[in-house]
């Protein structure tokens, strides 16, 4: 290792250009922020010095960081990493200091968020960049800003309208939290995914739909609402419902949140209940309808005692898409990648558009590795794929996320336990960038 880093060297060594850099450095050792003294070697950062308080801050000690000196940022996430060595590369060009807010993983596997201000500085002779920087831990701030957020977005809630039942669900936790206002008690759910398959009082073929939106918010920032018949607690009679949801980003785009509000849906409200919306007209390429697909699943499930797997397809980044080649050729990639996938999977598969950009495919009596081929063969069949865009050829290189859940069949599967492993399945896909898939198993 190199003998000018600090952890093994004499800081003596380090020799200031100028009474300047020497007062610079000496009042970042002042405070309380940890100090670092990096250089940037291609794709990786070095650690030249670091001060006690920096270990402090980041949650290691000296000696657990050891493996880290060659290359500081490997404990970053991927994409905060990349936003230093820009900062960086700017840094070096402009000459100006450079700020910069990332997320770290601590030694315990805690996820922290760090504030670093840097700027190029002289007094060690180098054929790479060498930065003077300083980090601080923000983590308490940014989770009392994100507390804030949740609060403001449910007082605009409350603003919208006097007779709203809130909901607030953390997807992390899997915990949805009731609010019914007028000083009476929150109800709080813990392993919401569980309750919603076997204590829901929303009808069945409702708690599918429910659950898509409600999932779909958990996987990007935006609004999304559903119509539901919920049952009272006596089963006796049932009430339609409007449930909205909307929810809260943090800087990076990460859902922290889910917030809404239940409205019941009566001659005084004004509303009327949207059911068939989705579900009987979005048939595609041939595809069978949804409510059509849903009633051949529902049927083969108690005939079936083989393994069956359930695939929920999305479309990577379809707003974007819609957004840069228009609504017409948006249709056009919907069409094409239902013709794809019913040239991947058995004719055998029961196979329909779920809603908007989301495919459903249901296949008996295959392997988990026939899965993993089909999915490659339609990812293969996809970066190909060419469209007719304003009269020219387009390779539009479409991608899915697929969350894909399986289990051996018996009396106690039921379509609902699918639907909602596979959305819960396909947020996981989701964060781990797209154009992946993530497989559970229904475990009873």
Known sequence: MDDRIAHISDPNLITPADNCTDLFFRLFNSMYDGVCIFEVCGAKVKALYLNERYFHVIGYTREQYLPYYDNVTITLFEEDEKRIFDHAEECVKSGDDFYCEVRGYRFDGSVGRFCIRARV?????????????????????????????INAERYKILEETSSAFLLDYDYENDVMTFSPGKGREDMVIRSYTSYLRRNCPIYDEDV?????????????????????????????FYTICRIIFSSIADEYGEIIRVVGRIEVIDESSGLVARFAEDRSSNSVAGLTDSVTAMGMIKNRLPQCRSRCFMVVADIDEFTAFNEKYGKAAADDAVRLSAELIKKVFPENSVIFRYVGDEFVIFAEDISESELYDMVDKLRAACRTAVLTVNGESVNVDISFSIGAVWTVCDEKVNIKDFFITADRALIKAKKEGGSKMHVEKIIY
């Open 121 to 149: 500085v002289d007094f060690i002779k180098s054929d790479n960049p060498v930065f003077l920087a300083s980090i601080n831990d923000i983590t308490a701030q940014k989770d009392t800003a994100h507390l804030l957020s």
């Open 208 to 236: 599918i739909y429910y659950c898509n939106v409600l999932f779909k918010t958990c996987r990007k920032k935006g609004k999304g609402f559903v119509d539901v018949r919920s049952l009272d607690k006596d089963r006796s």
